[in-house]
C-alpha cells in the first residue's frame, strides 16, 4: 500500500457495493468518525441463467450427491433451477458451504435440521478441504457463475474430485450511466469485474489523484493490469478488512 503522506486527505469515497439493506455498515461508521462522505453504488449484478439454457449443459441435477455453495447467489439460482425444472431434491442431498451463514442460509429452502450439511470457516481452501475430505464416496454439483476462481476449480482436479460446474448466473456489469464523471477521493473494489465495469462505463477513466482500493489478490492484479496505483489494500496482516484498510489510510493523509 502507498503510504504517501503528502497525499491530499479524503473526504468522499466510492463503495462498489449496493447499499447496506439496515442502514447498518462499518463503512458508514468510518464515515460519521471522520466527517466524510460514503456512497454506495454496486458495479456489478447478477442475472439469472434461463432453464432453457441450462439445459443446453446436460446437466442431471438428480444424478449428484452433493452440491457446493460459495455465496447466497448459488444457493438462489441452484433451488430456482430447481423449481423451474419441477425437480423435487432427494433427501439424500448433501450440502457444502464455504461458511455456516451460507449453510444457514440454506433454511430458506430446506428443512435444515434433517438434511446433511457441511460448512467451512468462510475461505475457499477450507470449503476445498471438505469437499475433499468426502470426495470418494461423492459426486458434486458445483453451482457458480460465469465468472469464478480458475484456481479453486484447479484444485479440485488436481485432487481427483469427482464434478462439474454448473453456471446457473452470470455477472454483468451495471449501467452507471447516470454517475456522470467519478468525482470521489476514493473508489474501492472488492473483484475483477468491478474493473471491468469501470472501464465499460468510463472507457477514458484518468486516475489522477483519486486513490484505489483493492479486496484480495485477483482485484489487486486486475487493478495493476488496468494501469492503475493501489494506495488501499485488504486483507493484509494489520488489516484484514477492508474496512481496517481504509480507517488506516484516512489516519494517515487526513490530518
Known amino acids: 500500500m502507498a503510504k504517501n503522506k503528502t497525499a491530499p486527505p479524503v473526504k468522499s469515497i466510492l463503495i462498489s457495493q449496493p447499499p447496506p439493506e439496515n442502514g447498518k455498515s462499518p463503512f458508514l461508521d468510518i464515515a460519521n468518525k471522520y466527517k466524510i462522505k460514503v456512497d454506495f453504488r454496486p458495479f456489478i449484478e447478477v442475472q439469472p441463467v434461463s432453464y432453457k439454457d441450462f439445459r443446453k449443459n446436460k446437466i442431471e441435477i438428480p444424478e449428484y450427491t452433493a452440491v457446493i455453495f460459495n455465496s447466497r447467489n448459488s444457493v ?34 430446506i428443512l435444515y435440521r434433517k438434511r446433511k450439511v457441511f460448512f467451512g470457516n468462510g475461505s ?22 460465469d465468472v469464478h ?16 460446474m454448473a453456471i446457473m448466473y452470470k455477472t454483468v456489469s451495471t449501467d452507471l450511466s447516470d454517475l456522470k464523471d467519478l468525482t470521489y477521493d476514493a473508489i474501492i473494489f472488492f473483484s475483477p469485474a468491478g474493473l471491468k465495469s469501470l472501464f465499460e462505463n468510463f472507457p477514458d477513466f484518468k486516475q489522477n489523484k483519486t486513490r484505489i482500493g483493492g479486496f484480495g489478490p485477483y482485484t489487486e492484479k486486475a487493478i495493476q493490469d488496468a494501469g492503475l496505483e493501489m494506495q488501499i489494500k485488504a486483507p493484509t496482516k494489520d488489516t484484514p478488512s477492508m474496512t481496517m484498510a481504509i480507517e488506516k489510510y484516512i489516519n494517515q493523509v487526513n490530518k
Open 76 to 109: 438462489d439460482h441452484f433451488f430456482r433451477i430447481c423449481e423451474e425444472s419441477r425437480l423435487k431434491i432427494s433427501q439424500d442431498m448433501k450440502y457444502f458451504c464455504i461458511s455456516e451463514s451460507i449453510a444457514l442460509y440454506l433454511q430458506k429452502y
Open 124 to 145: 475457499n481452501s477450507s470449503l476445498i478441504e471438505l469437499v475433499i475430505k468426502h470426495k470418494e464416496k461423492e459426486r458434486f454439483l458445483l453451482p457458480c457463475s
Open 149 to 164: 476462481k480458475k484456481d479453486a476449480l484447479d484444485t479440485l482436479k488436481k485432487n481427483d474430485v469427482n464434478f462439474d
